[in-house]
């Protein structure tokens, strides 16, 4: 069984060229809000409504069940400088087969340079670590830029149905 979560402080995750900061509800919340605070650094487009629907079942899920550990929603940071460029998480924590879907979204500034596919990946790897049996996602059919993400990061196409493409990928 996979747990809940720990108690025990989430941290980034870091990639060549990007860190996954893990939000905590107050950041949550701003972002909800559209609200930076001095400091933060959103690039233009940031936070995107994708990143606001997300965080806000992030939220209901906390109020919901308490904290989900790694399962939560993070932000994607541009190593270098920090930039917050987007956000990419799970809905929420494994289901009863221990299986967990996964959202992203970048702005449309910095598409197209493989960050998608690399966030994608360390996320896929989170869930590996975690102990889950496997990640799904979905992509409008229209959407080739997204699958192409997906089968990068090493999620198979399994279905389509009502205007959506089905990646997954077991452990």
């Known amino acids: 069984m996979i747990p809940r979560a720990s108690g025990a402080k989430v941290l980034p995750v870091l990639t060549a060229r990007l860190l996954l900061h893990p939000l905590s509800v107050r950041e949550a919340e701003r972002i909800v809000a559209r609200a930076p605070l001095p400091g933060d650094l959103w690039a233009e487009g940031y936070p995107q409504d994708g990143d606001v629907r997300g965080c806000g079942g992030f939220l209901r899920g906390v109020f919901e069940r308490g904290d989900p550990g790694v399962f939560r929603a ?87 149905g009502d205007g959506l493409r089905h990646f997954y990928r077991g452990f």
């Open 74 to 160: 993070y932000e994607v940071r541009l190593t270098e400088s920090g930039l917050a460029v987007g956000g990419i998480g799970f809905h929420g924590p494994p289901d009863d087969v221990g299986v967990v879907t996964v959202g992203y979204g970048l702005v449309p500034g910095v598409r197209g340079k493989g960050y998608a596919s690399e966030a994608l990946r360390a996320l896929l790897e989170t869930a590996r670590v975690a102990g889950v049996a496997g990640v799904k996602g979905d992509a409008d059919l229209d959407n080739s830029a997204s699958h192409r993400v997906m089968e990068a990061a090493g999620m198979r196409r399994v279905a389509e």
